[in-house]
């Protein structure tokens, strides 16, 4: 399973992005799907994640901000952001995780950079 992310970029607080996240399979076939971010000199934390029933859970400080979707016919989800703020600065990870032939697999895309600015 391969995982391209893409929308990332800078902009002033206050202002919105939209990344998408793109699977080489099937977004069926996924457990869940994405986003992680981790700032410089931060670990790595939950964004958002949506199951392949629909179900979203995100992290608190994004929560009222920023919604996942998926389009199934595209295999991709997007994460749209609102509001952003200077803390919301880091580089954003696609992540999604399945089970398959009987294991457990995590995967993570290559980080895209959003930056904002006060």
């Known amino acids: 399973v391969q995982l391209q992310a893409s929308g990332g970029g800078s902009v002033q607080s206050g202002g919105s992005l939209r990344l998408s996240c793109e699977s080489s399979v099937s977004i069926f076939s996924l457990n869940v799907m994405g986003w992680y971010r981790q700032a410089p000199g931060k670990q790595r934390e939950l964004v958002a994640t949506?199951?392949?029933?629909?179900?979203?859970n995100y992290g608190d400080s994004v929560k009222g901000r920023f919604t996942i979707s998926g389009n199934n016919d595209r295999n991709t989800v997007y994460l749209q952001m609102g509001g952003l703020k200077p803390e919301d600065t880091a580089v954003y990870y696609c992540y999604a995780d399945r089970y398959y032939d009987g294991n457990y697999y995590e995967y993570w895309g290559r980080g895209t950079q959003v930056t904002v600015s006060s």
């Open positions: 949506i199951t392949d029933r629909g179900s979203t």
